[in-house]
């Protein structure tokens, strides 16, 4: 597709809930990026892949998150047992190599109640 | 230290005038330099990157790294007020791939 495409953009769980987010990269860009915004704070680095490698995962909060690429291409980013602290908009990026500019969807609201 | 700096604003400029944003950050090689712009609900948006120490133009918005002082800055010459949004420096480390963000500077520009 022309940019990178998130799904759902909102969604709301109950405390407890298991939830997936989505992220299709712009094809072709062999990195992605999955980040954490709360608001008013910039974007929080969660998880990186080079294709379909987790190279760093360092991020990642908890062990309750959960991180795939299965293909080299779409991911899906999973939260178990959802925490109202999870309560924010995941981001993700891709780009044509790992140090170059990336390029953002429009990311998924996650609201926790 | 949090590794990438901003003043969070809010920044308020005149329509027409000159916007200057800045940037430290704290890993002394990093390498990649990026401003974002987010308006507000919305995602970061790529308007400018740069890797070399100096100035890089490209329209209105004007780039500076000055590396031996670990700043990066954005000049937005003849501001709109649809440039209003908030403005995110981000860097790539030397052992890193991923962006580091800073917080972002908000900016107003009035008519």
């Known amino acids: 597709g022309a940019g990178v495409s998130q799904s759902p953009r909102y969604k709301v769980a109950k405390r407890g809930q298991d939830v997936a987010l989505r992220c299709d990269p712009i094809?072709?860009?062999?990195?992605l990026f999955w980040y954490q915004q709360a608001l008013g704070q910039g974007p929080e680095f969660l998880t990186y892949f080079q294709n379909e490698a987790q190279l760093d995962k360092s991020g990642l909060p908890s062990d309750r998150f959960f991180a795939e690429r299965p293909e080299g291409s779409v991911s899906t980013l999973k939260i178990q047992r959802t925490q109202q602290e999870d309560s924010a908009v995941y981001l993700c990026a891709s780009s044509k190599q790992g140090n170059t500019e990336a390029f953002f969807g429009q990311g998924t609201r996650l609201t926790v109640v | 230290q949090k590794e990438v700096e901003q003043n969070s604003g809010p920044l308020s400029v005149p329509e027409g005038a000159i916007a200057s944003l800045n940037c430290t950050y704290s890993d002394r090689g990093s390498q990649s330099f990026f401003w974002y712009r987010q308006y507000s609900g919305k995602s970061p948006e790529l308007i400018m990157f740069i890797y070399s120490n100096g100035d890089k133009e490209d329209g209105r918005f004007t780039a500076q790294l000055n590396k031996a002082s670990q700043y990066v800055s954005l000049l937005i010459r003849d501001s709109q007020p649809s440039d209003s949004a908030t403005y995110l420096c981000a860097v790539i480390g030397q052992a890193g791939t991923a962006l580091i963000f800073g917080k972002g500077t908000t900016l107003s520009v009035s008519s």
């Open positions: 094809s072709g860009h062999v990195s």
